[in-house]
């Protein structure tokens, strides 16, 4: 198999990968990161990591500020009869 078509592969899978979970994406960054070959790559997954981060953590917060998401620190469960909170804990 050539070399090339392989890294181009997984070039492509870090790409995806970052866009699910940016602290992988940033972890197989650093690691194309340390090889000679493949500098240019890392860092272009590095950089997607941090953006695909960032807009996601904006998005999260504009959602919540409209009141379309309600993020889990502002959730509490209540017993139905009493409507005492059993999460979280007082």
């Given at each position: ?9 997984w070039f492509w899978m870090g790409l995806v ?29 590095i950089i997607g990591s941090f953006v695909i ?38």
């Open positions: 198999m050539d070399k090339f078509k392989l890294y181009k592969k990968m970052s866009l699910f979970y940016p602290a992988a994406g940033i972890v197989y960054g650093l690691v194309l990161l340390s090889e000679k070959d493949h500098r240019r790559e890392g860092l272009i997954i981060g960032l807009i996601s953590y904006y998005l999260q917060s504009y959602l919540a500020a409209i009141g379309v998401f309600t993020p889990a620190r502002f959730l509490f469960i209540k017993t139905p009869k009493t409507g005492e909170i059993l999460f979280p804990t007082p």
